[in-house]
């Protein structure tokens, strides 16, 4: 069974910037992480995997800890993204999946029935115990910087699974959930167990704040987002809500949806670059601390160019009761990792007046 959570303990990295802004508290300045900043674009981060398939890499605890902590020390970002993928857990528990280089996650037996929903059963703590002794282990060597656990939401891990795969249009999914709503709300349910256990794992591990990843959730409509989605996604934050951590939700294209998704009960919620900040708390309920939003292409052009456009995004998030500085999605993976170590001074640096 999953471990109960222990008695109330006061997080000694509560009054770290990024959990102070994520709970919208005054902070000397504005905090800032990158999505995907442990990976992909860093030269050391190649090296590292160079030989290792990414699943079997995020299994092997000394192999995660380095990861995670690259950009940390490379950049000097206020909260480190814990090195993983959205369909460990799955994997973890025998569900016959891979990532494939180019494509992204792959599933052999796509779902199509009711039958193959037994074998989505909830994480167990030895399902998992490479990844919480690689959390254990950060947080030994990230010291004061706050570690941030992730799980892809139950839509996203649906859109996989029935697809078999990466997919543009979701036909598939839109198909089953939209004909067989009944099969839908169990796989969906299912998966809400296995994403909020495996975010109370890291948290119980020692990670300060979680975040719900929900790739491709902008392809729903606002009726349909609430009527097949929003309960899942609140299920799997609930399972972390006794824990005292601040909750993110992100999705992309998620514009429509920015108010129904601060609404399932997120603390934070993440913003793409489509939706200016100070628009988008106007969608959002009222106390709630927003993410974003910087265009990953601006990364692209000139330090006056990228500096320029996240000025204008820290202004915007004024209007809201936290910002914690983030980009609209993740890092590509031919950026350049110097463009990033200015821009974390840029926004470090930059004076709110």
Known sequence: MTTPAPDPVKNPLRDSTFLRACRGETTDHVPLWFMRQAGRSLPEYRAVREGTAMLESCFKPDMVVEITMQPVRRYGVDAAIFFSDIVVPLKAIGVDLDIVAGTGPVVADPIRSREQLEQLRPVEDSDVEPITQAVKALVG???????????????????YLVEGGP????LATKRLMYSDPDLWHDLAGRLAVIAGGFLRQQVLAGASAIQLFDSWTGALSLADYQEFVAPHSAAALAAVEDLDVPRIHFGVGTGELLGAMGDVGADVVGVDWRVPLDEAVKRIAPGKAVQGNLDPAFLFTPEEVYTRRAAQ????????????????HGVPPSTDPDALKRLTDFVHGYERV
């Open 167 to 170: 997919s543009k249009d979701h």
């Open 313 to 328: 995004i820290i202004e915007a998030g004024r209007a809201a009761n936290g910002h914690v500085f983030n980009l609209g």
């Open 141 to 159: 060597e990230l010291g004061s910087t706050p570690l941030i656990g992730f799980a892809g939401a139950p839509f996203t891990l649906a859109s």
